[in-house]
T-cell receptor
Framework: NAGVTQTPKFQVLKTGQSMTLQCAQD?????MSWYRQDPGMGLRLIHY???????DQGEVPNGYNVSRSTTEDFPLRLLSAAPSQTSVYFC???????????FGDGTRLSIL | RKEVEQDPGPFNVPEGATVAFNCTYSNSASQSFFWYRQDCRKEPKLLMS???SGNEDGRFTAQLNRASQYISLLIRDSKLSDSATYLCVTAGGTSYGKLTFGQGTILTVHP
């Protein structure tokens, strides 16, 4: 029962570096999304996808790119890391947009 | 005004107590409602969906009042393991049907 798998679990980057956070789900869910969670801010939507080949921006998309070449995978790319992107990142999937979402166990990212 | 508002707490209750959390939402077009539970430094996990007729799952009861745009969660016979942050979540009513999370209510159950 893998569910939603995120890698890596922890990462430290220097300002300006780029990296990709991986997310994969094995539930054949069409809807996938990326959130960031910061103290006192709650979960905020970065990008989402309603199916392979379709992505769109959420509430806080700046500095991040996504792609969805397969139903299973939804990677999040940081183009040029900034300290303001230090956060915990969660990937989630759901069979439909307004349905309950299943979360991965998160990636804790620090930008120095 | 936040789209989903919760009292952040913390709520500190003894084992066996009954505790209730409330949540209000501002978007009247919201379609789906949930309570999630999040343990410290872990991912959110679905606790239960919330229906207009009210629904119960063991010691947990959720209610939705669409007219007042108000959601509640009642926990009976609290256990130590209920200690967590409880997130009120709405879905739909936006151009992309996204889930909107409240900031959460912290519950600590003590012996």
């Amino acid at each position: 029962n893998a569910g939603v798998t995120q890698t890596p679990k922890f990462q430290v980057l220097k300002t300006g570096q780029s990296m990709t956070l991986q997310c994969a789900q094995d539930m054949n869910h069409e809807y996938m999304s990326w959130y960031r969670q910061d103290p006192g801010m709650g979960l905020r939507l970065i990008h989402y996808s309603v199916g392979a080949g379709i992505t769109d921006q959420g509430e806080v998309p700046n500095g991040y790119n996504v792609s969805r070449s397969t139903t299973e995978d939804f990677p999040l790319r940081l183009l040029s890391a900034a300290p303001s992107q230090t956060s915990v990142y969660f990937c989630a999937s759901s069979p439909r947009q307004t349905g309950p979402q299943h979360f991965g166990d998160g990636t804790r990212l620090s930008i120095l | 005004r936040k789209e989903v508002e919760q009292d952040p707490g913390p709520f500190n209750v003894p084992e066996g107590a009954t505790v209730a959390f409330n949540c209000t939402y501002s978007n009247s077009a919201s379609q789906s409602f949930f309570w999630y539970r999040q343990d410290c430094r872990k991912e959110p996990k679905l606790l239960m969906s919330v229906y207009s007729s009210g629904n119960e799952d063991g010691r947990f009861t959720a209610q939705l009042n669409r007219a007042s745009q108000y959601i509640s969660l009642l926990i009976r016979d609290s256990k130590l393991s209920d200690s967590a942050t409880y997130l009120c979540v709405t879905a739909g009513g936006t151009s992309y049907g996204k889930l909107t999370f409240g900031q959460g209510t912290i519950l600590t159950v003590h012996p």
